[in-house]
Every structure is written in structure tokens, then in C-alpha cells.
């Protein structure tokens, strides 16, 4: 049997096996910012300035006007993790929690029951460009944990485990352990509701960045699961007897030891595994639920409730340019980084 059981090409967003539901990689080259920490007017003409996703001149504006990134929206019955490599990120939800995470930080946020937050991209700097790099993915609740309060949570890059392979012609490959358990190294406790809260299930979330013709091996998980490697920068992969080009996704046995060896530039890799829901799914925008009836109670709860409104006094909330990294959380503890 193969070790790589498919290979498609990257869309947008990236294709994802259950329990994930979705993938979306971000990487913006923005200019210097304003005093507001937004895009000067100037540079947004000819942007479709609200649903501004074609990249135009290295980056887009999203659904922001004036600050990139996601204004207020709701989610319902899965949960996010956002994925920082580069940039800054401003959190605000509508419990009135909030937060910015950085270079290396991860946010772990468990939509439940319901749940209104922004994500905007706060362009710190002024003197010079602002370029952002990100992961969002969506990872299902079961059924039984559809309800469950919402709830976020911070991985700070300090925390996080690195472990470095060097291989024996003394390359180095660098992978970080956002979820599950590498070798012996195992990942920070994720939401308590979520699917990776139980270590039966599996789910690994890991970034990967190896140097020219590093060469690692990627352990062997439960034969259930579902693995998905996502090769999204560098020039060529070798996975187990397979070549595999930039830019593209490929689904891989998941019981097996499988040799990777990179090409001949710096390679970038993210790694979703983890033994799938198999549930039904229905999902429209911002719900996904497990039948179409639920999906029209959400719509119908949100147009009655908002999820609890909006306590902030802007839609594109960004937090003082001086305030370095934070969580202010729900209950009032702030964590400061």
C-alpha cells in the first residue's frame, strides 16, 4: 500500500479531512501603517473594500475597511485555531474577552454554543511594512459538544514544544507542536470541550520547516485516523516513494512511518491528523451543525440573541499600539506576555 494515498492541488481555503472542517492560510505583505494602526486611503483604491480578498499589490483588506481582517461575526458548533507565524492579530469577542498574539502564538477559541469575535490585522508599525503570515482551522465538535459554553484560550510561543530533528548529514528540521503528541513531546492542553482534549482522538496539529535536503521521519499515528500534510512552501518533496511539488496537499496512510525529505530550498509543511467525528455535517458560513433543521435554529437564535451582542464600541476593534501581548479573558484574568 502506498504511503501517500493522494495528492491534490492547494485551493483556497485548503481541503481538510474530518474532524477538520477547513483551512485557510493567510500571508499579506502590508504596508506601514497609519496613527489608527489601518491603511491609509490611498492604497485602498480599486479594493472591493469589504469583501476584499484578491491580493492586490502583496495583500487584501478581507471583510475590514479600514484595518484588515474579519470585523465582528458569529460561529457556532466547532472551533478555531489561529495559527501565528508572523504579524499581529487583535482578538475581541462578544463576552467581552480580548486579546493579541504574535509571532508564534497560537489561539485556541471553542465557538459552542454561540459566539460573536473579530480578527483584525492592527498594523503596528508606521515606518515601515507590516507583512502578516496566519493559519485558521476548523476543527468539528461532536455532537454532544455542540452546546458547550464558548470558551478561548492562548498558547503562547514560549510554551509551545519545538523539537529539532537533525538528520545525518546534519540538516535540521524544526517542527512545533501545536496539538497532540510528537514523538515524546506532547502539545499544551487545548479547550477542555474539544475533540483534541482527548489524547484517544489523536488530533496532531503541526508546522514543520526544514532546511535543503533535511530528511525526517514522520511517526506513525492510529490506523483510524485521518493525515493530511499541506505543502505550501519550498520548491520540491519527497513523501516516502513519491515525489510531490510546492503548492499542493497530499493524504497519507496513516499507520505508517513515512520518510520526508525536502528539495533543494528552505520547505514549510503543515501536518492536520487526528481519527475522525464521523458525524453528519451541515455547515453554512459562520454554523456548522450535524443537520440542515439546526442550522436554521442557529440562524434563527443569532437573529434573536447576537450571541449575547456586541460589547465593544467599534466592528473592527484593535487594541493600543503599545499594549504587547495579551488575553484578557471572560472572567477578568489578563495573562501579559
Known amino acids: 500500500m502506498s ?9 483556497f481555503p485548503w481541503e481538510t479531512q474530518d474532524p477538520f472542517l477547513f483551512c485557510a492560510y493567510h500571508r499579506d505583505k502590508y504596508p506601514a501603517g497609519n496613527k489608527d494602526m489601518g491603511v491609509d486611503p490611498e492604497y485602498l483604491r480599486g479594493r472591493n473594500i469589504g469583501q476584499d480578498f484578491m491580493i492586490k499589490d502583496g495583500w487584501r483588506m478581507y471583510h475590514g475597511s479600514n484595518i484588515p481582517g474579519f470585523p465582528y461575526h458569529p460561529h457556532r458548533g466547532f472551533e478555531t485555531i489561529t495559527i501565528n507565524k508572523e504579524g499581529a492579530v487583535d482578538h475581541s469577542d ?6 493579541r498574539f504574535m509571532a508564534g502564538d497560537v489561539q485556541w477559541m471553542t465557538a459552542g454554543k454561540g459566539i460573536q469575535h473579530s480578527e483584525m490585522f492592527p498594523m503596528l508599525n508606521e515606518e515601515q511594512g507590516n507583512p502578516l503570515e496566519i493559519f485558521q482551522i476548523w476543527l468539528n465538535l461532536p455532537k454532544v459538544s455542540k452546546f458547550v459554553e464558548p470558551h478561548f484560550k492562548m498558547l503562547w510561543h514560549e ?3 519545538i523539537v529539532e530533528i537533525r538528520d545525518n548529514n546534519g540538516n535540521t528540521t524544526v517542527v512545533d507542536v501545536i496539538a497532540g503528541k510528537f514523538r ?13 482534549a482527548n489524547p484517544g482522538n489523536a488530533v496532531g496539529v503541526f508546522t514543520v520547516k526544514m532546511e535543503a535536503q533535511a530528511a525526517w521521519t514522520l511517526p506513525a499515528t492510529l490506523p483510524e485516523a485521518k493525515r493530511t500534510i499541506f505543502f505550501y512552501r519550498g520548491n520540491s518533496l519527497r513523501i516516502g516513494d513519491r515525489e510531490v511539488e510546492v503548492d499542493r496537499l497530499a493524504y497519507l ?5 513515512i520518510v520526508i525529505k525536502n528539495g533543494t530550498e528552505e520547505g514549510f509543511l503543515l501536518i492536520l491528523e487526528g481519527k475522525p467525528i464521523n458525524e453528519p455535517v ?4 459562520p454554523f456548522v451543525m450535524n443537520t440542515q433543521e439546526e442550522i436554521q435554529q442557529a440562524f434563527s437564535e443569532y437573529q434573536r440573541t447576537e450571541f449575547g451582542g456586541w460589547p465593544w464600541d467599534e466592528r473592527e476593534v484593535v487594541h493600543p499600539r503599545d499594549k504587547g501581548r495579551f488575553a484578557l479573558h471572560d472572567d477578568g484574568r489578563e495573562e501579559m506576555r
Open 253 to 257: 496512510a496513516p499507520d505508517q512511518d
Open 282 to 285: 451541515a455547515k453554512y458560513g
Open 94 to 99: 462578544s463576552l467581552g474577552a480580548a486579546g
Open 3 to 11: 504511503q501517500v494515498l493522494a495528492v491534490r492541488p492547494l485551493g
Open 159 to 161: 510554551d509551545i514544544p
Open 184 to 196: 515524546e513531546n506532547k502539545a499544551l492542553r487545548p479547550t477542555p470541550d474539544s475533540w483534541a
